[in-house]
């Protein structure tokens, strides 16, 4: 698979505060993005997201590492012209309208007028924002302006997008299109790196991960090596049998209206649980096998730092 | 071709500001009050119509190239549009001349404007049009662009309120220059004329542009000062854009 996004060792350190104190918040970045994947950057609030992704794009000089896109040095523009990039909380030209605010993007590419015309068309109906066309982006909600932010990263048809919280802001539908878009993009082979925090999105939609605290890349890898197969607990809702007839056979979750919620940690306790209600003529809603999950790893991750 | 850009994007966002239309109103209403002190005038009225008329146009020319200039760039800083610029191939200083362009663009159009009032109200007075008015309007647009490349360059590592006023100190540092001069000339020799005289080459000397009291007497312009005083804009103007190009390629956008 060829390379994209190659960083090797990028440390940066800010100087704050009245009197200079130096703080660290990359310490040492590795990681490669193949073609045609969707890379999840995850990481808590501070932990060096959007600094990362600010030090590919050329906003902040690192103090020391390499980064690469397509093989050429980061701030090489023949490599930028290949690039998209949504910011987190994206603010723009409020004085524009959609349409002339994707122009004036589309104008910096160099692509000649009427490519530009055809292009924004049929970008603000895949945004779904065809009827904001001659409105000014002071008059947009934070979800419309994600949604013409996104058009704006892709208005040079690029072949590597870099989308930093692209989904935060949305409503839940908002956010499955927004999702459908992304993964269209990987379907006509682009590659795609989602920074998020939201970690159902980045499980729903990501091949490859990394996860990055304080500064650090704790992990990396492929979501299903990442992630554990076992089965950790059963959750087990049953009803029509009395909670000290189940005492001792797994942990009591919540008890209402008839129904009990249990979480059985042994697989042969869930066989009695079983045996009990078909015995005792009780009912079983439902039965869940629980697997280790990206918010399980992710929160193990984070405490252990 | 990324510099004309971002230069029209400039002027769209510049002439969309209210900003320029409330100092425009006020540079009409006062040249047009120039007429008014031309009635309260003994002697010669129609040079009070053109003294206070070429001063607004002067003054008011460089507020708007300051407090619109010193935005500019901390505005884009401030409101992150940087962020998806910097990710376009789009070189730092590209989009720096760009920004500067655009506002000696917006400069010129409203320059136009005020002369349009300016000499439309000299010709209702005197019936005849003076063109001659155009070789000091020149050299105030020459000096609008050095104000202009200069609150640009504050505007690289300043908030745009210490911009506004490192500008306005250099326009006024700038017009008053001429008075080392004549200190020069009171001290004698020693370290105190020397570090005067270093002082008094390094600092702007905007009254070059200055031709107000000859084209209002209708005194001789040697052609030679008109094109030094154009040389000395230019030049100064690119060495002031050359440093703050200088500030910006290194600047990290947090």
């Given amino acids: 698979m060829t390379t994209v996004l190659a960083l090797e060792n990028v440390r940066k350190t800010f100087k704050t505060g009245f009197i200079p104190k130096s703080k660290e918040i990359l310490k040492g970045i590795s990681f490669t993005v193949g073609e045609g994947e969707i890379f999840g950057y995850l990481g808590p ?14 906003l902040l000089f690192p103090d020391s590492g390499t980064i690469q896109i397509f093989g050429r040095p980061h701030l090489d523009l023949g490599a930028k012209k290949k690039l998209g990039f949504l910011p987190e909380n994206p603010y723009f030209y409020d004085y524009l309208t959609a ?57 040079n048809e690029p072949s590597f997008v870099i989308l930093d919280e692209p989904l935060g802001g949305l409503d839940p539908i908002g956010r499955k299109e927004i999702r459908d878009i992304i993964l269209r993009l990987r379907d006509e082979g682009k590659t795609v790196v989602l920074s998020s925090h939201i970690l159902q999105d980045i499980e729903m939609i990501c091949d490859r991960v990394a996860i990055i605290v304080a500064g650090r890349i704790l992990s990396q890898g492929r979501l299903s ?28 979750v919540s008890a209402q209206a008839g129904s009990i919620l249990l979480k059985i940690y042994e697989e042969k306790n869930v066989q009695a649980v079983l045996d009990l209600v078909r015995k005792k003529n009780g009912r079983i809603q439902s039965l869940i096998p629980r697997t280790q999950t990206l918010e399980d790893l992710f929160v193990d991750m984070v405490k252990s730092t | 071709m990324t510099i004309k850009v971002i230069a029209l994007n400039t002027f769209k966002e510049a002439i969309r500001d209210r900003i320029l239309y409330l100092l425009l109103f006020f540079a009409a209403l006062s040249i047009l009050f120039s007429r008014v002190l031309a009635f309260l005038t003994v002697g010669d009225r129609t040079k009070i119509i053109k003294d206070v008329g070429l001063a607004s146009i002067s003054l008011f020319g460089a507020l708007m190239a300051i407090l619109i200039g010193t935005g500019l760039v901390t505005k884009e800083i401030e409101k992150r549009t940087i962020f998806t610029l910097i990710s376009k191939p789009l070189r730092r200083h590209d989009f720096l001349l760009g920004k500067f362009f655009g506002l ?3 400069l010129f159009v409203m320059l ?73 000339k009171k001290i004698p020799t020693g370290p105190a004329r020397t570090a005067l005289r270093v002082l008094y080459l ?37 060495f002031v854009l050359g440093l703050a190009v200088l500030i910006f390629r290194r600047r990290d956008f947090t």
Avoid at chain 1, 225 to 251: C, N, P, Q, R
Avoid at chain 2, 118 to 124: C, I, S, Y
Avoid at chain 2, 152 to 168: E, G
């Fill in chain 1, 45 to 58: 609030n501070g932990a060096g997201k959007t600094s990362t992704i600010k030090c590919v794009l050329g």
């Fill in chain 2, 112 to 184: 136009a404007g005020m002369t349009i009032i300016f000499l439309a109200l000299l010709f209702f007075y005197t019936w005849t049009i003076e063109w001659r008015m155009l070789a000091a309007i020149f050299l105030i647009f020459i000096e609008l662009v050095l104000i202009t490349a200069v609150a640009i360059f504050f505007s690289c590592f300043s908030t745009p309120i210490l911009s506004s006023l490192f500008s306005l100190a250099f326009y006024l540092i700038g017009h008053f220059a001429w008075s080392l001069d004549t200190l020069l």
């Fill in chain 1, 99 to 155: 349409a002339e605010f994707l122009d004036f993007y589309a104008q910096l590419f160099g692509i000649a007028k009427p490519v530009r015309r055809e292009r924004i068309g049929a970008l603000l109906v895949r945004v779904g924002m065809d009827k904001a066309a001659g409105l000014q982006l002071r008059k947009f909600s934070r979800g419309m302006l994600q949604r013409i932010g996104l058009a704006q990263a892709l208005i």
């Fill in chain 1, 225 to 252: 090596d990442l992630i554990s197969e076992k089965v950790l607990f059963t959750e087990v809702t049953i009803s029509g049998l009395g909670a000290e007839e189940i005492a001792g056979l797994g942990e009591s």
């Fill in chain 2, 202 to 238: 390094l600092l702007p000397r905007l009254e070059n542009f200055n031709i107000k009291t000859e084209v209002v007497h209708g005194l001789p312009v040697a052609r030679s000062l008109f094109f030094a005083s154009t040389a000395y804009g230019i030049v100064y103007t690119a």
């Fill in chain 2, 104 to 106: 000696v663009l917006t």
